[in-house]
């Protein structure tokens, strides 16, 4: 007989202890996400349109918008909902995502 163990979450230890500093929380990340997606779409929209900007320097640039913002989509709403529903676990598939 082995002895064995499965992982199946992680628990998430919380920004604040406190109602207010939650929703504090929740409004920071809501402020720089928007932010964060208002520039990166500024950058892809530029770079797209801009014929004399189709050069090695803003392909790396367009491609680095676009993998920031698909971090953003991911990462930051998760972090948000857990923050606003007092949810401190994660599971192991969530987390390696």
């Known amino acids: 007989m082995s002895n064995s163990s499965s992982i199946s979450h992680f628990l998430l230890l ?4 406190t109602r207010q500093l939650q929703l504090l929380h929740f409004c ?12 990166n779409g500024l ?3 530029t770079v797209a349109c801009g014929h004399l900007l189709h050069t090695p320097m803003f392909f790396f640039l367009l491609n680095l918008a676009l993998t920031d913002l698909g971090s ?5 709403p998760k972090a948000m909902h857990n923050s606003l529903w007092d949810t401190t676990n ?6 390696a995502a």
Do not use: H, Q
Request: with cysteine; net charge negative; glycine share 6%.
């Open 28 to 39: 920071l990340f809501l402020g720089i996400s928007l932010a964060a997606l208002l520039a």
């Open 72 to 76: 953003i989509c991911t990462t930051v």
């Open 43 to 45: 950058i892809i929209s």
């Open 90 to 95: 994660i599971s192991y598939e969530g987390c």
């Open 14 to 17: 919380p920004l604040a202890d």
